[in-house]
Structure formats: structure tokens, C-alpha cells
């Protein structure tokens, strides 16, 4: 009688160790798909971030680069300070920021970037004068 008790015991003690196992199983499989998941919340989470402000470098590099990046009709070129320089003295930071908005000689108003705000131009120049 006591024998059988035992066995069922057991038994029992058998059957909820395999369940218990099964579960740490599937627990480790859960932690090694983690990182993975991880990974693409991460980039889930980045996605809205790439919709949103944009850097000046990025500005630049959609909007200005095509004309800045070389000097077509003579554009002040990118982190080229020979040709900000006079610029900025001569007119301040303000208005040749203005003049980007507006549009002076060659430059055509907003640099032809339809979707950038005033400060979307100003992070542009900003990053077109940066360490000069
Ligand atoms: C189609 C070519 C072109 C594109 C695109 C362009 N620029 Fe220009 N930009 C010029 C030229 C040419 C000048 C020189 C204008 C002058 O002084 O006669 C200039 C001058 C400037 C100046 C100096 C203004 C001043 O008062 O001296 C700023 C600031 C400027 N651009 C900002 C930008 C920004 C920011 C972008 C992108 C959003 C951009 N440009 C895109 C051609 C371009």
C-alpha cells in the first residue's frame, strides 16, 4: 500500500518535473529569440524617428549637397570656410540664413527644399558652416 503511494508520488513528482522542464524549455527558447525581438522593436521604435526633425547634415545632403558639395554658380562650399567666411562677416548670421529662405542670386528660395522649415534651413547652414 505504502509502496503504491510512493510510486504514485513518484510519478507524480515525475510528471510535474517533465511539465516544469518543458516550460523552462520553451522559457529558453523565448530567451534566445529575445535579442532578435529586441533588435526589431528597436528598430520599429527608430522608424517614426527617421519621419520625424532631420539633422542639418541630412537636410543638406537631400537639399543643398547638388549645388554645395562643388559650388555651382559659385555656392559656398560645404565646410569651406574661405567661402563662408567673408559671408558671415559681411552680412551676419541672420541674414544670409534670410537669403537661403528667400533666395539670393543663384540660390534659389529654400535651395529648392520644398518640405524644410525655416529651421530645417537653418540646421543645413549650420552644418554647411560647422568648424570653419
Ligand atoms: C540650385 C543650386 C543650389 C541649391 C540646391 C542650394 N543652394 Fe544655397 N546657394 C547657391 C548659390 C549659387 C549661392 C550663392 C548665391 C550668391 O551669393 O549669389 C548659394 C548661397 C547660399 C547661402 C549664402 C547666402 C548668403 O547670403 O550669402 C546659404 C546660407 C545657402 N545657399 C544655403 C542653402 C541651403 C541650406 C540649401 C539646401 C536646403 C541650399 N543652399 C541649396 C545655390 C544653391
Known sequence: MIRKVLLGVVACALTVFAVQAQEMTEEAIKERIKPTGSVHIAGAQAAPAAGGPRSGEEIYNQACV???GVGVL????????????????????????????????GMPPMGTCGNCSN??????????????
Not at 75 to 104: C, H, M, S, Y
Not at 121 to 129: F, P, S
Open 74 to 105: 559659385g555656392a559656398p562650399k560645404l565646410q569651406v570656410a574661405a567661402d563662408w567666411q567673408p559671408r558671415l562677416d559681411e552680412k551676419g548670421f541672420d541674414t544670409v540664413w534670410q537669403n537661403a529662405i528667400n533666395g539670393i542670386g
Open 119 to 132: 529651421d530645417d534651413i537653418k540646421a543645413a547652414i549650420e552644418y554647411m558652416i560647422e568648424g570653419i
Open 66 to 68: 547638388a549645388c554645395h
